[in-house]
Every structure is written in structure tokens, then in C-alpha cells.
């Protein structure tokens, strides 16, 4: 007998609404509900589902009933947290900061320093990009580590790591390795990827492990 499992599954990520009561099979591996979940909405990167109130992601490779998740359970759909990279310290501060691209829904929140940001060429290079703009990148304009962010009592800075990166703040174009700072609604050019960067409170910001 198939046992299904009522579930309301929260996610700034939906089109339609912000939360679906939905009826899976407890039998169903987790990655086939992120799965499904991405094909709907037809979204691309690495995603997780975790429990509203513990924000504890759930393992992917199990099923729902073999992580107690049982009916009436509250989940929250959205991208899976990365991990801090060695030599990069968290951001806790009251402000956190984030990049939208320009003409997407693609938007990458800067929760470490310094703040990586470039194109990934494999799994390495892409575990120390807190912005990875890989996707976005058609013409392959931007290095793999291209600039960096960095936070300062709620203040956000930008800089060039080479001398051939171009990017411009608010149209001008940035000195190498002389930091420029970041304000509300700052538009940020990387390359030929056009970002707008955006400081909210960090108030109801909980790091996902």
C-alpha cells in the first residue's frame, strides 16, 4: 500500500503562490521532489528542501519517512547554502547583501568575505564562489575569480582582482584592487553581466549548514 504524506511547501521560487499543500509518497527520495519541483518551475541550479522551523536541510538521498517528516509537516523549497570556503569568514552583521541579474530571477546572496565573484570551471573552482555567473555568461567574459565583496560594520565594498577584469560601478569603471563602495540599488557591470546589487536586514537571515 502507498502511503502518502500532506505537506505545505513554502518557496519564494514559486510563479503561481508562495506555498502548495501537496500529497507525496513517503517512499519518494528527496532529490525526486527537488527534482520535480525544479522541472515545474523550471529552475536551474542546486536546490533543498528543509524544515521551516529547524531550517535543517533534509538529506537528499533519503526518503521522507525515513527523516520522520510525516503529514502536516511545514517544508521550505529554495537554493541549497554553500559552504564557507577555507580563508572566508561568515557575514553576521545587520546588513546583508545581495546581486540580482540583470533581466533574471537569478540572485546570489553574499553571506561570506571576501566575497568571490566569477565563473566556475569545474566543481573546485566553483566551492569558493560565493557569485558564480557561470550560467549567465554567454560570451565568456568574466575570469574565475573576477572581483570580490567585503562587509564592514553593515557596509559593502567591491574590488578587481586583475588588472584585465573589467567592472563598473553605477558606470564608472573601478580601479585594480582599490575598493569602491555599495550602496541600495548600486548597478554593477562584471564583464558583460549586468548586476544589481541590493543591502536588506539581516534580521531574518539564518544561515543554512
Same mark, same amino acid.
Given at each position: 500500500?502507498?502511503?502518502? &504524506?500532506?505537506?505545505? =511547501?513554502?518557496?519564494?521560487?514559486?510563479?503561481?503562490?508562495?506555498?502548495?499543500?501537496?500529497?507525496?509518497?513517503?517512499?519518494?527520495?528527496?532529490?525526486? =521532489?527537488?527534482?520535480?519541483?525544479? *522541472?515545474?518551475?523550471?529552475?536551474?541550479?542546486?536546490?533543498?528542501?528543509?524544515? *521551516?522551523?529547524?531550517?535543517?536541510?533534509?538529506?537528499?538521498?533519503?526518503?521522507?519517512?525515513?527523516?520522520?517528516?510525516?503529514?502536516?509537516?511545514?517544508?521550505?523549497?529554495?537554493?541549497?547554502?554553500?559552504?564557507?570556503?577555507?580563508? @572566508?569568514?561568515? &557575514? $553576521?552583521? @545587520?546588513?546583508?547583501?545581495?546581486?540580482? +541579474?540583470?533581466?533574471?530571477?537569478?540572485?546570489?546572496?553574499? +553571506?561570506?568575505?571576501?566575497?568571490?565573484?566569477?565563473?566556475?570551471?569545474?566543481? /573546485?573552482?566553483?566551492?569558493?564562489?560565493?557569485?558564480?555567473?557561470?550560467?549567465?555568461?554567454?560570451?565568456?567574459?568574466?575570469?574565475?575569480?573576477? /572581483? @570580490?565583496?567585503?562587509?564592514?560594520?553593515? @557596509?559593502?565594498?567591491?574590488?578587481?582582482?586583475?588588472?584585465?577584469?573589467?567592472?563598473?560601478?553605477?558606470? $564608472?569603471? &573601478?580601479?585594480?584592487?582599490?575598493?569602491?563602495?555599495?550602496?541600495?540599488?548600486? +548597478?554593477?557591470? &562584471?564583464?558583460?553581466? $549586468?548586476?544589481?546589487?541590493?543591502?536588506?536586514?539581516?534580521?531574518?537571515?539564518?544561515?543554512?549548514?
Amino acid at each position: 500500500m502507498n502511503d502518502y &504524506i500532506q505537506l505545505t =511547501i513554502a518557496s519564494d521560487e514559486f510563479e503561481d503562490k508562495p506555498q502548495h499543500l501537496v500529497d507525496v509518497l513517503g517512499s519518494v527520495p528527496v532529490k525526486s =521532489i527537488v527534482f520535480e519541483i525544479q *522541472k515545474e518551475f523550471n529552475l536551474k541550479g542546486s536546490f533543498a528542501l528543509w524544515l *521551516k522551523r529547524s531550517k535543517q536541510e533534509l538529506d537528499i538521498n533519503r526518503t521522507l519517512s525515513e527523516q520522520s517528516i510525516n503529514t502536516g509537516a511545514e517544508l521550505e523549497f529554495g537554493r541549497k547554502a554553500k559552504r564557507i570556503p577555507a580563508g @572566508s569568514v561568515e &557575514i $553576521t552583521g @545587520s546588513k546583508r547583501g545581495f546581486f540580482t +541579474v540583470e533581466g533574471s530571477k537569478e540572485t546570489f546572496a553574499v +553571506v561570506w568575505q571576501p566575497a568571490l565573484i566569477g565563473r566556475s570551471t569545474d566543481t /573546485a573552482s566553483a566551492s569558493v564562489l560565493a557569485v558564480d555567473l557561470t550560467p549567465v555568461d554567454k560570451s565568456k567574459s568574466i575570469s574565475r575569480q573576477h /572581483a @570580490s565583496v567585503s562587509e564592514n560594520g553593515g @557596509s559593502f565594498s567591491i574590488q578587481r582582482l586583475a588588472e584585465g577584469n573589467p567592472v563598473t560601478v553605477d558606470g $564608472t569603471q &573601478i580601479g585594480y584592487l582599490s575598493p569602491v563602495s555599495l550602496k541600495h540599488h548600486s +548597478v554593477v557591470k &562584471i564583464g558583460m553581466v $549586468t548586476l544589481t546589487f541590493n543591502v536588506e536586514d539581516n534580521a531574518e537571515y539564518v544561515k543554512e549548514e
